[in-house]
């Protein structure tokens, strides 16, 4: 959904025509999904006419793979709160939402937990002994939190991956409804919910830097650098959360005696007062004292920078779990299609083997933490009122 952006157009006039609270108090996020359908059936009338079910790309490999015909249409509870058009609670698609935009009911998936079998694969089609069952499975980020390990109330994990991902992980199904900065997930699996937030391409930022400014990002700091002011907006393709697709990047409070190192620096921060903001937002809207939430496991190809793991961890005031390098959304899979809803059990028993283990804490610095308190705010500050200077210039 995130890189076919032609039906946006209808994404915005669902979000300015209709309660949008609503949608997200029933589905959990954007209803991303309705605005595609709606863009088919005006753009494409004579295709939509044909269209039996909308599926994800999950349910056609799945369908390809065991034959399914098109009543075996599916959908798991972990992409729904990117439909617009569920019922997370009642676990169903929600009739009055559908009646509101006109979605014809009858071309939608049914809803599978993700250890459900939506099928076989036939013993013929790869020569194997016996024919293999096939199961719902779970979207990737999903699949990726469970892998590490993200199971239990008030767990936490920071994906330093191309894109940047704070996720919580509760065990009740809470709605950020009236901010709109969290999306709310539903894994599918009873008492494990995650609200997560996407802060830009953190990854790709990282390497569009070392390239474009040929950085070498190996060196050893012998002391940490004072920023002094200098503020990265790192919200190049536009703002992710709070939505304002208009936004371009930053440096804000160049000084003389900036050099490399401080832009470096000051792009390493900018992810973590993001984190912050999103934090901060996660412990508003689910009443948690700060004594909840202690740690945080950090996973993806970042998570290897000790500079950026220290810089997170002192602004964010946690300590952080570098975890060992393994494929988490393939684990992830595993526990879910071995174990179904006892995951927790299946998760214990890897860690006990090793299988999944931390490599390093990375504790917050005492005169780190204090340097950041007074720049967080700041940062915030900043963002927003640079991001209504941009709105004026690109928005008619």
């Known amino acids: 959904y995130s890189v076919d952006t032609r039906a946006n157009s209808y994404l915005s006039k669902i979000e300015n025509n209709m309660d949008d609270k609503a949608i997200r108090k029933s589905s959990g996020g954007l209803p991303y999904m309705a605005a595609k359908i709606q863009w088919i059936e005006d753009c494409f009338p004579k295709e939509y006419k044909k269209i039996y079910k909308f599926i994800n790309l999950?349910?056609?490999?799945?369908?390809k793979l065991c034959g399914l015909a098109g009543d075996d249409a599916f959908i798991d509870y972990s992409v729904l709160s990117m439909s617009g058009l569920a019922d997370i609670k009642e676990g169903k698609w929600n009739n009055k939402i559908c009646d509101d935009l006109k979605i014809d009911m009858a071309k939608l998936p049914s809803i599978k937990r993700p250890y459900c079998s939506v099928g076989s694969i036939d013993k013929s089609k790869y020569k194997t002994e016996k024919d293999i069952k096939v199961l719902?499975?779970?979207?990737?980020?999903?699949?990726?939190?469970?892998?590490?390990g993200v199971v239990n109330n008030n767990d936490m994990v920071d994906v330093a991956g191309t894109y940047t991902v704070l996720g919580y992980c509760m065990d009740e199904?809470?709605?950020?409804?009236?901010?709109?900065?969290?999306s709310t997930i539903f894994s599918g699996i009873d008492g494990t919910y995650y609200q997560l937030g996407v802060v830009a391409v953190g990854g790709y930022l990282?390497?569009?830097?070392?390239?474009?400014?040929?950085?070498?990002?190996?060196k050893e700091f012998k002391k940490d650098i004072d920023t002094d002011g200098l503020y990265f907006i790192p919200h190049i393709g536009g703002r992710s959360v709070p939505s304002q697709p208009y936004y371009q990047g930053t440096w804000f409070g160049i000084k003389w005696h900036h050099d490399l190192d401080s832009f470096y620096i000051s792009l390493l921060e900018s992810i973590g007062y993001e984190f912050y903001h999103l934090l901060s937002h996660v412990r508003k809207i689910n009443n948690l004292s700060r004594d909840k939430v202690s740690d945080i496991k950090v996973i993806g190809g970042g998570s290897k920078n000790t500079v950026w793991n220290n810089i997170?961890?002192?602004?964010?005031?946690?300590?952080?779990?570098v975890m060992k390098e393994v494929p988490f959304e393939i684990i992830g899979d595993f526990l879910i299609a071995k174990y179904g809803s006892n995951l927790k059990e299946g998760y214990r028993k890897l860690t006990e083997n090793k299988i999944i283990s931390v490599n390093e804490e990375v504790y917050p610095t005492k005169s780190r933490v204090e340097f950041y308190k007074k720049h967080k705010d700041k940062y915030?500050?900043?963002?927003?009122k640079i991001g209504k200077i941009y709105c004026d210039l690109n928005i008619d």
């Open 173 to 182: 199904f809470v709605t950020d409804h009236k901010d709109k900065m969290l």
């Open 380 to 384: 915030i500050e900043v963002v927003d």
């Open 206 to 218: 990282y390497r569009w830097f070392k390239e474009k400014f040929s950085y070498d990002d190996k």
């Open 58 to 63: 999950t349910t056609y490999v799945a369908g």
């Open 136 to 148: 719902a499975g779970i979207g990737d980020q999903i699949a990726g939190f469970i892998g590490a």
């Open 312 to 321: 997170k961890s002192s602004i964010l005031d946690l300590k952080y779990l």
